[in-house]
């Protein structure tokens, strides 16, 4: 009788034991790191999938390329370097994943925006998701460039206030990314409550006047 006592006694103390460690790892992984706004990056898919011509993710399909695409949504620091990689990342839930490829183009990017930003933001993966969405739900893109038929320079800074005027936002709520002077994505600033707000010099802007815009195919 006393063997069995002691047995279900240590395996309360282990279960007891587990849970805590569990619990403790789950209060790690929602703890916000040091950030104090959030990123917004859209990619251009035109110019991505010009360089990555064997890629087949739905925002390089023939005939139904698009143009800005979701890449994710970052925590910031005003000056400092910003976090990423906070904790250990589990996979994100099927459920979603299913959800989040209305508007990211692969799984494996769903996966690697959790892992690397995610879980800085102190959200559970639903919650931080649901966040990428209403931030991404939020920027209405001007028309000009939802409907470019042939490759068309613009002006770096029309580009940026072009997106203000639309979303009568602050023109440095707007930062435009390039490489060799082709548009490679926009970067959006938004408060913690997704509000518009100015970018810090933490967010880099294409050093060129002028950037080369790929029309969608």
Not at 42 to 70: I, M, T
Not at 175 to 185: F, G, M, P
Not at 191 to 216: I, N
Request: charged share 20%.
């Amino acid at each position: 009788m006393k063997r069995v006592v002691i047995w279900s006694l240590l395996l309360f103390l282990l279960t007891l034991a587990a849970t805590i460690a569990a619990a403790k790892r789950h209060h790690r992984h929602h703890q916000p790191a040091r950030f104090d706004y959030y990123v917004l990056a859209l990619s251009w898919a035109p110019s991505y999938c010009a360089s990555h011509r064997s890629d087949h993710s739905s925002e390089c399909r023939v005939g139904e390329q698009k143009a800005f695409v979701l890449h994710g949504l970052w925590p910031q620091a005003k000056q400092a370097a910003s976090p990423m990689s906070c904790a250990p990342a589990s996979p994100v839930a099927r459920s979603i994943v299913d959800h989040m490829l209305q508007l990211m183009p692969t799984r494996a990017l769903i996966q690697h925006e959790w892992a690397k930003h995610g879980t800085c933001s102190g959200l559970s993966a639903q919650d931080y998701f649901a966040k990428v969405e209403q931030a991404f739900r939020k920027v209405q893109v001007p028309s000009e460039y939802e409907t470019l038929s042939s490759q068309k320079e613009f002006g770096v800074n029309d580009v940026e206030q072009s997106f203000a005027t639309t979303n009568h936002a602050p023109e440095q709520a707007f930062r435009v990314s390039c490489n060799a002077q082709e548009l490679v994505s926009l970067e959006v600033c938004l408060s913690k409550d997704l509000d518009y707000q100015p970018c810090t010099g933490s967010v880099h802007q294409c050093p060129e006047g002028q950037v080369v815009v790929r029309p969608p195919k």
